[in-house]
């Protein structure tokens, strides 16, 4: 399942205009119709995947304080940590053990690590374990690498390549407009940098996926910006994979102590959005169900609203649950909600290639 160029699509571009109409006004049983049509043009043989990976946290050690985030911790607080190369050892058998085929690898910025750290640690694993898909590193730690190091941010690329690394996830978006990520993470990489780190990575051949973190301070017009950068990108290179959704977490988080008002985002929302994402990405083949903050049921219904992934199972998962949500699934029980709305199953890579049908 290869990136598809939006001319052999046989819907209109959808303008920014027409998106933000249908997000104001068009009904939730519209916007699925609508969406799973498009999806069903390009998945016609109504095939559902999924991926068997861990989410290994290498460290939670960060100096970016996004007010987001209940996972991260300075230097020399308590439970900080960065993970032995004997630790991931043992995370990847465990992923092994269970079929796993990749791991969704990352961390907290951290401040002192360097290129040369890096590239040990992805030659140690991609040595070690050559039938493990490497897919890691967001785009603020590739950037704050390049400045740490003194070197350019395709030097980092290029090294970690050749190092093993295959491609890098779409985390650290959160929503690619200025004016919400200067009250959210005013320390992270603003668009252009997020949208330079990717571009960099696309122009050596290296895949990647596309987030959007909704639900804290944004507005519409806000979450339109943000799919316009993606799609432009996208149209350039087609170098991302897949567009995930995922709603904002507030338990926990610096950010709502400083906005108390701030409530975890529907399901009716989250659907609705999924859904205008599918329409307006039309260069975007697949798009990923956010179980994972979502829950389960949730996921599957996701699966109605334009979405033809059902993401990880994700064996292991720290980020989401440090803001008190937690969620789990296991092969069979992906296998079963697939199933239970007639579509097929399918286990992929990450490349998107499918391993194994049920």
């Known amino acids: 399942m290869s990136n598809t160029p939006t ?8 303008s920014n205009d027409e ?56 230097l020399g607080e308590e439970g900080v940590y960065v993970l032995s190369f004997a630790e991931i050892d043992q995370k ?25 750290w890096y590239e040990e640690l992805v030659n140690h694993i991609h040595t070690k374990y050559p039938q493990i898909t490497i897919h890691g590193f967001s785009a603020i730690e590739i950037n704050y690498i390049a400045k740490v190091s003194k070197i350019p941010i395709s030097e980092v690329l290029l090294r970690l390549q050749k190092a093993g690394l295959s491609s890098i996830p779409g985390a650290g978006a959160e929503i690619l407009s200025d004016n919400v990520r200067d009250i959210i ?37 806000d979450i339109v910006a943000h799919w316009e950068c993606i799609r432009e990108l996208q149209d350039k290179y087609y170098g991302f994979r897949a567009f995930i959704l995922w709603s904002f977490q ?26 205008c994402s599918r329409i307006y990405l039309d260069n975007f083949t697949n798009i990923q169900s ?12 996701a699966l ?17 649950s440090s803001a008190g949500v937690s969620h789990s699934m296991n092969e069979q029980e992906m296998i079963s909600l697939i199933k239970d709305l007639g579509y097929n199953a399918a286990k992929r890579n990450t490349a998107y290639e499918i391993l194994e049908r049920y």
């Open 185 to 221: 993470a005013p320390k992270k990489l603003d668009t252009r940098e997020w949208l330079e780190v990717h571009e960099s990575a696309h122009k050596i051949g290296m895949k990647g996926t596309a987030t959007m973190m909704f639900g804290s301070v944004e507005k519409d017009e």
């Open 304 to 320: 109605l609203f334009g979405a033809n992934d059902l993401g990880s199972t994700m064996m292991e998962e720290n980020v989401v």
């Open 92 to 116: 990847i058998d465990e992923l092994l053990e269970i079929g796993g085929t990749q791991i969704l690898f990352q961390g907290g910025v951290h401040p002192k690590l360097k290129i040369e």
């Open 7 to 14: 001319q052999t699509l046989k819907f209109n571009r959808v």
């Open 250 to 275: 507030p338990d926990n988080t610096p950010l709502k102590v400083e906005f108390p008002h701030i409530q975890r985002a529907s399901s009716n929302r989250y659907l609705r959005l999924l859904a």
């Open 19 to 74: 998106i933000l109409y249908l997000m104001k006004n068009a009904s939730l049983k519209e916007l699925g119709l609508r969406a799973r049509g498009i999806r069903d043009f390009l998945h016609p043989s109504k095939t559902i995947t999924f991926v068997i990976d861990r989410n290994i946290n290498y460290t939670n050690a960060c100096w970016v304080d996004c007010k987001f985030c209940a996972f991260k911790r300075r």
């Open 290 to 301: 956010s179980w994972v903050t979502q829950g389960s049921y949730i996921g599957q219904l």
